[in-house]
């Protein structure tokens, strides 16, 4: 991979996560864009394979967020009892 290639993809997407964390998703986005297309332009096999595997990685992400939305709601179920008990200073 040549050194401008290589800039352009680390500098948009590290823009990218910077411009998401303040706040301005639509660009965020553009710029995520523009990373990840001038890294399929230099890995065409591996985004394919990535495609092809979205699904499974799909499935895996909503199990984690299951997972945590569930123990959220465990820890306030047990603040809402907590507060109520009498015991508790």
């Known amino acids: 991979m040549k050194n401008w290639k290589q800039a352009l993809i680390f500098g948009s997407l590290g823009a990218s996560a ?3 964390v303040t706040g301005r998703k639509p660009a965020a986005g553009v710029l995520a864009g523009v990373g990840l297309a001038a ?5 065409p096999e591996h ?3 990535l495609w092809e595997r979205a699904p499974e990685y799909i499935e895996k992400g909503n ?8 123990f959220i ?3 306030a179920e047990h603040r809402v009892l907590r507060e109520g008990s009498p015991y508790v200073v």
């Not at 890294?39 to 890995?43: G, T, V, W």
């Not at 199990?63 to 569930?70: C, E, F, G, I, P």
């Open 73 to 75: 709601e465990r820890l």
């Open 63 to 70: 199990q984690v967020l299951s997972m945590a939305s569930t």
């Open 18 to 20: 910077f411009l998401l």
């Open 39 to 43: 890294l399929a332009s230099e890995y």
């Open 47 to 49: 985004m394919e394979r």
